[in-house]
């Protein structure tokens, strides 16, 4: 094991940023892609879609300025794994952009059908043998 954590570190700083920034646009690229199968025309979406991209900045942004060293962070209980845990899982973007949309496509009932979900459009891939794209 120790070897194998020598080859990492043995990588120049400019080469792991650069498979970072590729490694992120790449992840970014697949996230986006995604959207091709929404029904864009719908309001509906278009909010979660937009509440999603500006409350996963801002949602950190705010955990992350109440969490410098003076403050311990928005959630104050007793506990304080609890209030580690609430406030590490609040200060990801990425978190914040993976719940917040369940919960809004799952509780926002304005005009929701199984068309602005596109959940027909998986139905075909369910089962292996029904469509010649799932072999």
Known sequence: MGKFVAVFASIPFPIFAA??????????????????????????????????????????????????????????????????????????????GLILPMLLDNTLEVARSKKDREMSWWVKFRKFRVDNRNE
């Open 19 to 96: 498979l970072y920034c590729i490694l992120f646009g790449l992840v970014a690229s697949v996230e986006i892609s995604f959207l091709q199968f929404t029904n864009l025309n719908s309001m509906r979406n278009l909010i979660i879609i937009g509440l999603t991209l500006f409350l996963g900045i801002s949602v950190r942004q705010l955990f992350n300025q109440c969490s410098s060293p003076p403050r311990l962070g928005l959630v104050h209980t007793n506990t304080g794994w609890f209030n580690a845990f609430l406030n590490t899982i609040f200060s990801s973007p990425t978190t914040v």
